[in-house]
T-cell receptor
Framework: GAGVSQSPRYKVTKRGQDVALRCDPI?????LYWYRQALGQGPEFLTY????????KSGLPNDRFSAERPEGSISTLTIQRTEQRDSAMYRC????????????????FGPGTRLTVL | AQSVAQPEDQVNVAEGNPLTVKCTYS??????LFWYVQYPNRGLQFLLK??????LVKGSYGFEAEFNKSQTSFHLKKPSALVSDSALYFC????????????????FGKGTKLSVIP
């Protein structure tokens, strides 16, 4: 597609339920990032994929959070046993290059998924 | 650790006047710097980035930013503001050399809300 897409755009769930958030990056982009943005704050890094390999998950807050990108394209961020503190905007970004250019790459963001945990 | 400070939560400017949105950063080593804009109900849109070379970087929609190494700043500027520039602006930093986990993430400031008054 023309840009990064995310679904659903809005998700309301009850505390204790599991949720899966989907990201479809720009076609051909090899790097994919997940960020979380609380109200009034900037996005905070969660995890990073290079193709299908999860190369950095240092930002995942606890073991309830996991992510995968099995075929090197679409990615899913899963939150198990959701808590109210998980309520936030979850943003996905992708960038184009592989090994040598990643530090200078521009990350292009999707519209985000607004998660509300009741 | 790297960080970004956007000292102003809100900036108000009259249409047609020059605008400045301030950003200072802290990083171990040399930085790559980015500006993004967020319109309501939209994703983050890339405006411009500083990688190397000329300290004055030109970007989308007539925006520019000046990298000042001695002051560790990367202020966003535009000579003549438009009402349509009203949005939330985020500055972000990334270290310019791979140093292990976290190298590829962007670290964002809290954002500055720009209001251009007709």
């Amino acid at each position: 597609g023309a840009g990064v897409s995310q679904s659903p755009r809005y998700k309301v769930t009850k505390r204790g339920q599991d949720v899966a958030l989907r990201c479809d990056p720009i076609s051909g982009h090899v790097s994919l990032y997940w960020y979380r943005q609380a109200l009034g704050q900037g996005p905070e890094f969660l995890t990073y994929f290079n193709y299908e390999a999860q190369q950095d998950k240092s930002g995942l807050p606890n073991d309830r959070f996991s992510a995968e990108r099995p075929e090197g394209s679409i990615s899913t961020l899963t939150i198990q046993r959701t808590e109210q503190r998980d309520s936030a905007m979850y943003r996905c970004a992708s960038s184009s290059t592989g090994t040598s250019g990643r530090l200078t790459d521009t990350q292009y963001f999707g519209p985000g998924t607004r998660l509300t945990v009741l | 650790a790297q960080s970004v400070a956007q000292p102003e939560d809100q900036v108000n400017v009259a249409e047609g006047n020059p605008l400045t949105v301030k950003c200072t950063y802290s990083v171990s080593g040399n930085p790559y710097l980015f500006w993004y804009v967020q319109y309501p109900n939209r994703g983050l849109q890339f405006l411009l980035k500083y990688i190397t070379g000329d300290n004055l970087v030109k970007g989308s929609y007539g925006f520019e930013a000046e990298f000042n190494k001695s002051q560790t700043s990367f202020h966003l500027k535009k000579p003549s503001a438009l009402v349509s520039d009203s949005a939330l602006y985020f500055c972000a930093v990334r270290v310019n050399a791979y140093s292990g986990a976290g190298s590829y993430q962007l670290t964002f400031g809290k954002g500055t809300k720009l209001s251009v008054i007709p």
